[in-house]
């Protein structure tokens, strides 16, 4: 089988793409690929602290590689740290690495122009699918996710905090894609049929940063 590297930042699209996979393919996902920022020590964009990432990883017995940028850091960080990562498991034998994307043309021409130096190929594996039919998807394969960030310019803030449900869908504005795929929301995903048990945690303090909603998630216990 051909070794590949999920492109993971803990959320519903990059969960579903190793659902898709783990259902049938000739691929073999051997790690989880993250980015987090060092001044925060959390998943970049997401906000998700790394405490709560690793029990993710661990739930779901994949070893997980992480590519640290700093805070504000631009496409030239991301790209030559990311790089960095990438050669270091090429070196072990990955030959292609796995997102989640959903329809983005430009996003996924930056992510082929991006591995293409490094010999590596990029596989999209839910690409062009129905993000309504995904979501749906999502739900009935029994995953469960929390809304960790949202864009109040594409999504009232009152939905940071909000488990993923059957209703979900319904009560978006019709300007919101089901999926978020356009930015207007991230999730953490937090139980379902690839893990082993669930990833316990506490809610935190719903907070603005950067002009976008967190929803802070606290390892039980502290």
């Known amino acids: 089988m051909k070794r590949v590297v999920l492109s993971w930042s803990g959320g519903k699209d990059c969960c579903l793409a190793l659902d898709k996979l783990r259902q049938g393919s000739d691929l073999e996902v051997v790690g989880l690929l ?13 906000g998700v602290r790394r405490a709560i990432l690793e029990r993710q990883a661990e739930r779901l017995g994949l ?28 070196d072990q034998g990955i030959t292609a690495v796995v997102f989640g994307d959903l329809f983005l043309r430009d996003v996924r021409l930056y992510r082929e122009r991006m591995l293409a130096p490094l010999a590596l190929e990029a596989l999209f594996p ?26 109040p310019s594409r999504l009232a803030p009152s939905f940071a905090g909000r488990v993923i449900d ?3 869908a319904d009560s978006l504005p019709d300007s919101v ?6 930015g207007e929301f991230h999730t953490f995903v937090f139980d379902g049929p690839l893990f082993r048990a669930p990833v ?14 967190f929803c802070d998630l606290l390892p039980r216990g502290e």
């Open 34 to 46: 993250t980015t987090l920022t060092g001044d925060f020590d959390r998943v970049s964009m997401h």
């Open 63 to 90: 070893p997980l590689h992480i590519v640290e940028i700093s805070h504000g850091a631009g496409n030239e960080e991301y790209e030559s740290q990311t790089a960095r990562a990438l050669e270091a498991l090429r």
């Open 126 to 151: 839910l690409w062009g699918m129905d993000t309504r039919a995904l979501l749906g998807a999502f739900i009935d394969r029994g995953y469960r996710a929390v809304i960790v960030c949202v864009d």
């Open 166 to 168: 059957a209703t979900f």
């Open 177 to 182: 894609d089901p999926c978020g795929e356009n």
């Open 200 to 213: 316990e945690f506490v809610p935190g303090h719903i907070v603005c940063r950067d002009s976008f909603w």
